[in-house]
């Protein structure tokens, strides 16, 4: 395995639209398992693979939520997820509120609204076919690693005033590195 250096905005790939998964082979397989180490080694709880430069129908998304059974709650449930020219439909009319943030736009956040719930069909890396209902911090994270394959960031969902003051923060950022 292998961590990937994740690229960041205004890198034009991240416009990019990605292809769809035709072929489920062994190199799909390694892909997978390195986004899976660049994006617990990040951290973060989801990648696309064009934010590795990858511009295919593939995402991996980990919420690794606190284990209840740890009392001090620092350890988390690992529960890896991969998500293959994934196709959403049924969304709600209900729409959730939660403050992302993308290991493509590094350190920043802001709410986003998405709707609350929607209905997932996707391929696993073997290229067998699934559906799932996906609902709270599932539903806003596949959706924002969703907008990845279309070329679009979180900071898109915001008025331009705050995706200014935003990308602004991150330059200050970049240049005191
Ligand atoms: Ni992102």
Redesign the pocket.
Known sequence: MAILPIIETPDPRLRVISEPVTEFDGALKQLVADMYETMYDAP?I???AI?VGVPKRILVIDLQEPDPEDEEGKRVLRNPRTFINPVFSDFTEEHSVYA??????PEQFADVTRPAELTVDWQDEDGNRHRERMTGLMATCIQ??H??LEGI??IDHLSRLKREMLLKKLTKIRRAA
């Open positions: 973060g989801g990648l696309a934010q992302e943030g993308c290991l493509s736009v924002h690693e907008d990845h960031l979180f």
